[in-house]
Structure formats: structure tokens, C-alpha cells
């Protein structure tokens, strides 16, 4: 079935909640790479270091509420505690800790755990999903697909606060008081893709920035730039609308795709002012020719070819 876009994930009119296989999030993130490098002073986790039993179910349905209510980040926190759940030798101690003193809440740890090593570590986490602007050549220029965020200030919020935050003195004692173990290491997971023109997104580097340069990428077009995607001869192509809960797995939730036309996209996207997440597919038809009268064509399946985000025209304001 396909899946209609973030309009409806605004609007739903059912109310219903959302079911979503956390299994598949997690397999794609044992797969991903993290969107910077590690500095000096940030340690970066690495999924694909965790051991996980062999057995573990294929299957682990999460139901979340349906949006607005919705939350993208406590989705993938969800992803990563199903990962130490199916670890042989990685413990989770405490999640979403809220730090408080009497006189005011200090911020928030999103995790510790006791490693392999038995050493206790604080992992901050957070997934990302940035658009670099035309011409764009640094941090800065790489902003969130509603304009509302940017990744040279997640970054440095993440390295110069989050993760510092259990070194303090006053988080040290609120943790003590809890009787919990004081981290001796500190990590961070920043994950995601980073969005380029289409024009050229595949070949697009912004260097000297500390990205990483093995980063999961797509594409991002303007409505009035759709034509750039549309079929060409001899190549049919289609596409998913992802709803906001299958952008950490995209194109691992369908198994058997079956995408909207170019034309329902068009229809689709532009309606909506939000910006769309897609998957595009492409299949190519084959003649068989039987006699000079009689000819079969045989459509071959549906194959993924990257994701792209969809954005309307007035492109988002920088955030300051």
C-alpha cells in the first residue's frame, strides 16, 4: 500500500495510534554511519561494536501515538534500547535521566550503560536530518528540512553541553544521591543523512567541517523543481511518501513496494507545505517477442534507488 505524505500525519483524521517494526530501524541503524567525526573531546558509539545475541526476534512492534503526539526522537531512543536489549554484554542503568536540584532541573541524560569492559558510560543520542542550501560551504549552511534547526548548532550543543553535562559536580551528586553509577567515559551518536541539491547530490562535498565523509545522502528538490525527477524513456520510475515514522528505516518497511506514479507525487507534494521524505524506485519493462504478431511485456520489480526530500518552494528560513 502506498503511503501518502506528512500532510496526513498532520491531519489524521482516524486518531488512530502507530504500530511501527523498531527491528527494521534498528537493523538500518547497525548499518548507518554517523553524520561527523570524532574530535579530541567526543567519543563517538558505534552500533556495529555491540554484539547482539544471534537469536533475537526478527520481529518487535512499538506502538506510539498517532500525530501529532508523535515523536520522531523518542522513536529512535527506542531503536537504540532495542539494540542493548538484544546485546550479549551491554547494560542498560538509566534512560532519559532528568537531573534536578532543588533549586532547578540541569538538563537530561539520554543514557547509561555499563559496557562490555564494565566501564559505565554516558551516550548522548540524537537523529538528524539536514538540507544543505545552494552553494552552502559550511556547518552552518546545513539547516533542518523546516528551517528550524541547523547542524553546526546541534553539534556544538551536543559536544559543549549534553555531553559534558555528568563531568559537573552538581549531576555527579544527583547521581550519587540516586545510588548510580558515575560514568567514566562519555559517547555520542549523531545519525541521520544529510540532504544536497539534485543537480549534483551525489557528488557535492563540503570538506574542513568535520563531517563524515562515509555520511548516509539523498537528494532535496522545491516543488517547482519536480521536473528533474520524472520518468525517463525506456525506465519507469515511482515513488513512497514516507510518513514520518519510517524515516529512520525508510526503504526497509517495504518489502514489497508499491509506489505512486510521478504524476500522484506531484499532486501529493504540492498540496502540502510540509516538507515530504520520498523513496524512489525504478523498474524497466521487457518485450518479449513471440512471433510477428504477438508481443509480451514483462514488468520487472520495483528497485530502490536513493531517498530525497520534497520541500515547497520558499525555501526554510535560517535559523539565527
Same mark, same amino acid.
Request: proline share 7%.
Given at each position: 500500500?502506498?503511503? @501518502? ?52 526476534? #526478527? ?65 548522548? /543520542? ?21 528551517? #528550524? ?67 548516509? #545522502? ?7 523543481? /519536480? ?75 520495483? @528497485? ?17
Amino acid at each position: 500500500m502506498s503511503i @501518502v505524505g506528512q500532510q496526513d500525519q498532520y491531519n489524521h483524521e482516524t486518531g488512530n495510534p502507530i504500530e511501527v517494526d523498531i527491528q527494521i530501524d534498528l537493523d538500518w541503524l547497525r548499518q548507518s554511519q554517523p553524520l561527523m567525526l570524532a574530535l579530541p573531546t567526543v567519543s563517538l558509539f558505534v552500533p556495529q561494536h555491540i554484539t547482539v545475541e544471534s537469536n533475537t526476534a #526478527r520481529t518487535c512492534l512499538t506502538t506510539y501515538p498517532a500525530q501529532p503526539a508523535y515523536r520522531l526522537g523518542k522513536h529512535f531512543e527506542d531503536c537504540v534500547e532495542q539494540l542493548f536489549n538484544a546485546s550479549k554484554d551491554n547494560n542498560i542503568i538509566a534512560r532519559n535521566l532528568v537531573i534536578q536540584t532543588p533549586e532547578r532541573t540541569l538538563g537530561e541524560l539520554d543514557l547509561i550503560y555499563e559496557n562490555s569492559e564494565r566501564e559505565i558510560v554516558h551516550l548522548e /543520542l540524537s537523529i538528524k536530518f539536514y538540507l544543505l542550501n545552494k552553494a552552502g560551504t559550511k556547518l552552518e549552511d546545513f539547516v533542518g528540512p523546516a528551517g #528550524r534547526d541547523r547542524l553546526d548548532l546541534k553539534w556544538d550543543r551536543l559536544c559543549q553541553h549534553q555531553l559534558p553535562l555528568s563531568r559537573t559536580e552538581s549531576v555527579l551528586d544527583f547521581l550519587a544521591h540516586q545510588h548510580l553509577p558515575l560514568p567514566s567515559r562519555r559517547q555520542l551518536l549523531l545519525t541521520g543523512m544529510l540532504f544536497y541539491a539534485y543537480e549534483n547530490w551525489q557528488s557535492t562535498l563540503v570538506n574542513h567541517v568535520g563531517i563524515n565523509p562515509n555520511h548516509q #545522502r539523498g537528494f532535496w528538490l522545491e516543488h517547482h523543481e /519536480l521536473e528533474q525527477i520524472k520518468p525517463i524513456d525506456g525506465l519507469e520510475r515511482g515513488f513512497i511518501i514516507l510518513p514520518k515514522w519510517h524515516w529512520i528505516g525508510g526503504p526497509n518497511h517495504y518489502s514489497h513496494p508499491n509506489p505512486i506514479n510521478y504524476q500522484t507525487l506531484i499532486e501529493q507534494t504540492t498540496a502540502d507545505s510540509w516538507p515530504n521524505m520520498v523513496l524512489v524506485y525504478e523498474r524497466a519493462h521487457t518485450l518479449h517477442i513471440h512471433d510477428a504478431d504477438e508481443t509480451d511485456k514483462a514488468v520487472k520489480p520495483w @528497485v530502490f534507488q536513493h531517498r530525497g526530500l520534497i520541500l515547497a518552494t520558499k525555501k526554510p528560513p535560517l535559523v539565527t
